[in-house]
Every structure is written in C-alpha cells, then in structure tokens.
C-alpha cells in the first residue's frame, strides 16, 4: 500500500491540500515542514490548527528555516501573516515527532512505496537528496512549482515555490532519482476556486463552508487585486488531484532546470541534453470535473471535526 508524506509550508493552498488528504484515501506518515509562505514556528503552529479542526493530528517533523543559501522571502500578502488569511483558528499543541531531512530519507528506505507532495520550497528534498540521493530511487515525488509557459506569480518569470529557493528547486529536478511530477502555474491557472464552490460546499458541511470562507478571503482579494479574477487558484491540493485522478489531467514528459541568476531567479527552462532527467510536467486539465470533485470531496462530512 501507498504510504505518503506531505512537505509543506501552510499556506492557505497548503491546508486546502491537506483537507483533501483524507485518512481513508492517504496513509500519511507525517508532514515535513518547510519555511515558505510562512516561518518555520507559524507553518507548524498552522498544522495544529488543521489538526483540531480536521480531528487528526499528523506527525509533524521539522525541516529547513529558510533556503539553502538565501534568506527566506515570504508570501504574507498573499497569505496573510498568519498564513491562513488571518482566520485565527484555534489550536492546541501537541509534541513535534523529529526532525525533516532524516525522516524523509528514512521513510525513502523504510516503505516499499513511497509517495510525497511537495507544496512549498523544495529546500527539505534537496537536502535529503544530498545526504542520501539512492534512499529516493524507489519513491514518486509530485511538486507544485515552477511557470514554464505562462508569466510567473513572484516575478514575471517565475513562480513562488522555486522563485524562494532555487537552488533547491535545481538540484531536485536534476537529481531526484524517483518517478518525477511537476504540477507548474501553467496548470494550476487553468482552474479557478471560487464562492460559488464553498456556497456548495456550506450547503451540505457548513463547518468545512466557513473554514473554507475564513481562510480564502484575504486570499481570493489578493487573486481580485494581482490577477483579476474572481476567485482563486488552488496550486496545491492539484498535486493529490494529479495522483488521485490522472484521467482528468494531460502530462509531456520533458526535462528541466531551475534558473539560479539573479535576472532570472527561479525560472523554469526546458533542457534538452542527452540523459538529461526527465519528468511529466502536467499542461492541461479538465476544469469542470475538478471543481465538481472538490465539491464533492469537502462536502463530506467526515472530512471535518474530529470524525476522519
Ligand atoms: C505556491 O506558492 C505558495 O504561495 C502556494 O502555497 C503554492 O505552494 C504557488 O506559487
Ligand atoms: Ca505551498
């Protein structure tokens, strides 16, 4: 059986991702965090919100403070300082379970089939990479990151998550030894979250309805203000859509590199070297089926409140 990990940095995308990582659906070993949209101390203090509202506390082990090599830029206006839009949902604390780069090679070793979502900076991947890059041979690595053909969300080429440590993004796309997906802003623009989806939702699990309500609307304002739509992207949750429902997405299978200069910081360029590693790099996806599936998933109520 599939087991997963979740390396993230929540994030409002983030926590929509983790609330479609139902327990029935994905086994998770635990979450790795990262610095990204958020510090480290407020990434994990976001996982003990989800956690109370979702009734199930997720191992929690703790990655990177910030990039390899740069300092941390993060993403409050987007997000909130808080990271969830402000939403100030309550938490209770419970005990971190370690620590993120041994865990990730250690559960590489360990099961036999290994799945991670990378949501935010890929600086925990890279680092695990560099200590151990043949634990990984075995394992499926999905990430949200990268604008390829499309303008970027943190400069005009590139976007967040690469954008904030390159050169982790780099040294991941080149060496990862594992089955590699990329899910680029080219497909996740593609699809528009928006209030219409969580009216539906409240309908029928009006706690998920304002859950969904408190922690987008600084978020879908910032959508309005940066990108003129009503509405909102959801990056992340795309990963566990690529994973859970394959039928609803196109992929190429091409190879790429991560731009670590300055004019071009965290851009995403096609390379076309012999032997160069190859990865599926999703471009297309079917619109409609994705929302009715997210309304459909968050609308059960044993998605929320203690009963998962
Ligand atoms: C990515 O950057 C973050 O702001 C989101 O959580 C997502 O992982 C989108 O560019
Ligand atoms: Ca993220």
């Not at 327990?23 to 949209?37: F, H, K, T, W």
């Not at 971190?96 to 590489?108: N, T």
């Not at 993004?169 to 030894?177: G, I, K, S, T, Y």
């Not at 899910?183 to 029928?204: G, Y």
Request: hydrophobic fraction near 40%; glycine fraction near 8%; charge should be negative.
């Amino acid at each position: 059986m599939t087991k997963f990990i979740i390396d993230t940095d929540p994030g409002v995308d983030d926590a929509i991702a983790l609330v479609l990582a139902r327990q029935e659906a994905y086994p998770i070993l635990g979450l790795s965090l990262v610095a990204g949209n958020v510090h480290l101390e407020t990434a994990k203090t976001n996982v003990f919100r989800l956690a109370k509202f979702l009734g199930r506390k997720l191992p929690i082990y703790l990655g990177s403070p910030g990039p390899i090599t740069r300092p941390l830029e993060t993403a409050g206006e987007i997000h909130g300082q808080d990271g969830l839009g402000e939403s100030n949902l309550p938490y209770e604390d419970y005990p971190v379970s370690g620590e993120a780069v041994d865990f990730l090679i250690r559960s590489a070793q360990e099961e036999e089939d290994l799945c991670i979502f990378a949501l935010g900076p890929l600086t925990n991947l890279a680092l695990a990479l560099r200590k151990n890059p043949q634990a990984f041979e075995g394992s499926r690595l999905i990430i949200m990151g990268g604008a390829y053909q499309v303008k970027g969300n943190t400069s005009d080429l590139a976007e967040f998550n690469f954008y904030v440590d390159p050169e982790a993004a780099d040294e991941v796309l080149r060496n990862f030894p594992g089955d590699l997906d990329l899910v680029p802003l080219d497909l996740t623009s593609q699809c528009i979250f928006s209030k219409r989806e969580i009216a539906k939702i409240a309908r029928a699990n009006p706690a998920m309805g304002n859950f969904l309500e408190s922690i987008t609307r600084l978020y879908m304002e910032a959508y309005a203000r940066e990108e003129g739509i009503e509405g909102c992207y959801i990056n992340d949750p795309m990963t566990l859509l690529v994973y859970e429902r394959p039928d609803l997405f196109s992929y190429e299978r091409l190879a790429f590199r991560v731009s670590c200069q300055e004019e071009s910081r965290g851009q995403l360029l096609r390379r076309k070297d012999q032997g160069a590693k190859t990865l599926r790099i999703y471009y297309k996806l079917k619109e409609k089926e994705i929302l009715d599936y997210l309304v459909e998933a968050m609308s059960r109520k044993s998605d929320q409140g203690g009963n998962q």
